[in-house]
């Protein structure tokens, strides 16, 4: 692929549809942790606009953190390996930790994230995507408890997913035309 090229983009889910979609699972998870405290934690870097959307729908006491996974590199598949880059600044043991993530393709990094975040003992543990392409899937053992969308197997770009680094600040979720 030539990156120094500009790509036809077109977009699968406007913007509106998406800020629909997150004000639903924010009032889920507000239902859901009903006179709790939740920590949410941010994947950088594709996570971020997705979480602090989220973050605002969601009506709880609420501590934020961030961490810096990356698995790919410029590369369109997942090699099953995470390199944390960044870690927590907080300590998460006895949390009720809600892990927001952009997509999930393979499903190595959320398994992966699944034993690190499990291995700190936190009181609850709650997995949610923004995005969720199924037909790719390698590892199953990873349940996710909120889902913004279901897509198609097509590498998608916009709302904080990159493609080698670019396309994240699109206000859509759009696929790259071949
Ligand atoms: P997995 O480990 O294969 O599940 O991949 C998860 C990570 O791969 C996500 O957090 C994204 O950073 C990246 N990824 C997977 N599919 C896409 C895509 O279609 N566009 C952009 N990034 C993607
Ligand atoms: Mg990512």
């Not at 406007?14 to 009032?27: C, L, P, T, V, Y």
């Not at 997705?50 to 729908?57: M, V, Y």
């Not at 006895?94 to 975040?117: A, H, P």
């Amino acid at each position: 692929m030539d990156f120094t090229k500009k790509h036809k983009i077109s977009v699968m889910i406007s913007e509106e549809d998406i800020q629909k979609r997150i004000a639903e699972m924010g009032a889920e998870i507000t239902k859901r942790f009903e006179g709790e405290t939740v920590y949410l934690v941010c994947i950088l870097k594709g996570s971020v606009f997705f979480t602090t959307e989220l973050a605002k729908k969601i009506e709880l006491p609420m501590e934020m953190d961030f961490m810096t996974v990356s698995s790919y590199g410029a590369a369109t598949a997942s090699s099953g390996v995470i390199n944390i880059k960044q870690d927590l600044t907080g300590d998460i043991e006895g949390k009720n930790v809600i892990v927001v993530e952009d997509i999930i393709d393979s499903g190595n990094t959320l398994s992966r994230l699944l034993q690190y975040f499990q291995s700190r003992n936190p009181k609850t543990l709650t997995l949610c995507t923004l995005l969720d392409k199924p037909d790719r899937r390698v590892v199953h053992d990873v349940v996710v408890d909120y889902t913004g969308f279901v897509i198609p197997d097509k590498f998608v770009v916009g709302y904080g997913l990159d493609w080698d680094q670019r396309y994240r600040n699109l206000p859509y979720i759009g696929f790259v035309e071949e």
